[in-house]
């Protein structure tokens, strides 16, 4: 079991390896970097795909169900795809196989936002020789620790050619 931080792009450090089913473990841990939410970014994703008024106008949030303004939980799953990528480095790509995804609370204008990945399974593919299907739940955080977002994706991850 392994916890992988990935490096920011100004920290100066090397970028992460590319993984292969190798590489990773049941309880395998991988932590993201960071993306600071504003006003500005909510609004302009909303606006161009979920133009509801709790995600576009302040004054329409208080109002709402979310009491003030909140992410599209859509904003909030593409955030998480970025820093999901960035943090798990799976060669070949991160191939979808499904996912489940739950908000326990709204993203907010002010959160900084950041990623950790946890791998809870591995099945080897019967069918199909050096690839297996990799359960992976991914807690999307901000700055006080609170999930924002939970993501449980399962992804085909391949063995380094044999040759």
Do not use: C
């Amino acid at each position: 079991m392994t916890e992988q931080t990935t490096p920011t792009a100004d920290s100066g450090m090397a970028a992460p390896r590319s993984l292969y089913l190798e590489d990773i473990a049941v309880g395998d841990r991988f932590v993201s970097g960071e993306h600071a939410l504003d006003a500005d970014q909510i609004k302009a994703f909303a606006a161009q795909y979920d133009p509801q008024p709790f995600h576009l106008d302040e004054a329409a949030a208080e109002g709402s169900l979310f009491g003030g303004l909140a992410a599209s939980g859509w904003h909030t799953a593409a955030l998480t795809m970025k820093l999901f990528v960035s943090a798990v480095p799976v060669a070949e790509g991160l191939i979808g196989a499904g996912v489940e995804v739950t908000w326990p609370k709204p993203t907010r204008a002010d959160d900084i936002l950041h990623t950790e990945s946890t791998v809870t399974e591995i099945t080897p593919s019967r069918s199909r020789p050096g690839r297996a299907m990799v359960t992976i739940e991914t807690l999307t955080l901000n700055q006080s620790g609170e999930t924002r977002q939970r993501l449980v994706s399962r992804v085909v991850m391949f063995a380094r050619a044999q040759g």
